[in-house]
């Protein structure tokens, strides 16, 4: 008995806030979390999108039902069972998604912004990219421990803003700390590291200005 793989072509989600046009001058790539869909993740950044910026949201292509066999569904970037392959299927899909929304605004720079399970998506993600992204913003997710070389050397280069609650329930003071210091003795990178009081969610204030101070600061490099 043996286990085959195929490459087959399939049909994945995007939701966008915003309209890609020529005077688009940013796009945030924006990754949801576990168990959230696209469609609902996206509210977070309706009153932050204008002329100028819109929000480009995939949908990871694992769906499963959040309770039972029935009822609200949920979606995910991958899961332990045939890991590696899934992760070169996520940088197959977003490499897809930067590059559509590149030709329909074809004067944008890219940022990226993820969230939990999204966080740890996007960062392995950087150092494949095709199109450069320009700043991350990492809200309360887990960095990856094995973070690759490729993607360690482009987030050497760019600004990354990372924030985490401090009642977060999946990710406390000794995880993060942890984490940091990984980051900081292994891979010689040294993010922004911030906190906010609350829980595993976006905090809206903390978000615009974030988003806000990225594109100024990448606007000046």
Same mark, same amino acid.
């Given at each position: 008995? =043996?286990?085959?793989?195929?490459?087959?072509?399939?049909?994945?989600?995007?939701?966008?806030?915003? /309209?890609?046009?020529?005077?688009?001058?940013?796009?945030?790539?924006?990754?949801?979390?576990?168990?959230?869909?696209?469609?609902?993740?996206?509210?977070?950044?309706?009153?932050?999108?204008?002329?100028?910026?819109?929000?480009?949201?995939?949908?990871?292509?694992?769906?499963?039902?959040?309770?039972?066999?029935?009822?609200?569904?949920?979606?995910?970037?991958?899961?332990?069972? /045939?890991?590696?392959? /899934?992760? #070169?299927?996520?940088?197959?899909?977003?490499?897809?998604?930067?590059?559509?929304?590149?030709?329909?605004?074809?004067?944008?720079?890219?940022?990226?912004?993820?969230?939990?399970?999204?966080?740890?998506?996007?960062?392995?993600?950087?150092?494949?990219?095709?199109?450069?992204?320009? =700043?991350?913003?990492?809200?309360?997710?887990?960095?990856?421990?094995?973070?690759?070389?490729? =993607?360690?050397?482009?987030?050497?280069?760019?600004?990354?803003? $990372?924030?985490?609650?401090?009642?977060?329930?999946?990710?406390?003071?000794?995880?993060?700390?942890?984490?940091?210091?990984?980051?900081?003795?292994?891979?010689?990178?040294?993010?922004?590291?911030?906190?906010? #009081?609350?829980?595993?969610?976006?905090? $809206?204030?903390?978000?615009?200005?974030?988003?806000?101070?990225?594109?100024?600061?990448?606007?000046?490099?």
């Amino acid at each position: 008995m =043996s286990t085959h793989f195929i490459e087959t072509i399939q049909k994945l989600r995007i939701e966008s806030v915003g /309209d890609l046009n020529e005077n688009t001058t940013n796009i945030w790539l924006a990754l949801h979390g576990y168990g959230q869909l696209a469609e609902y993740f996206k509210r977070h950044f309706i009153p932050l999108s204008h002329q100028g910026r819109v929000f480009v949201v995939p949908q990871g292509a694992h769906k499963f039902y959040l309770h039972g066999t029935e009822g609200r569904v949920g979606a995910s970037w991958m899961t332990k069972e /045939d890991r590696k392959m /899934d992760i #070169d299927n996520q940088r197959f899909f977003l490499n897809e998604v930067v590059s559509w929304a590149a030709k329909e605004a074809p004067n944008a720079r890219f940022h990226m912004v993820g969230f939990s399970q999204g966080v740890a998506t996007g960062m392995r993600f950087l150092g494949y990219s095709k199109t450069y992204i320009h =700043s991350l913003l990492a809200w309360a997710g887990s960095w990856p421990p094995d973070l690759e070389e490729e =993607s360690q050397k482009t987030l050497a280069q760019m600004p990354m803003s $990372s924030w985490f609650g401090t009642k977060d329930p999946f990710i406390g003071k000794d995880k993060r700390e942890e984490r940091i210091a990984l980051y900081n003795n292994k891979f010689d990178l040294h993010p922004e590291v911030n906190t906010y #009081d609350g829980g595993h969610t976006f905090c $809206s204030d903390i978000l615009a200005n974030e988003i806000n101070r990225l594109e100024n600061i990448t606007l000046r490099r």
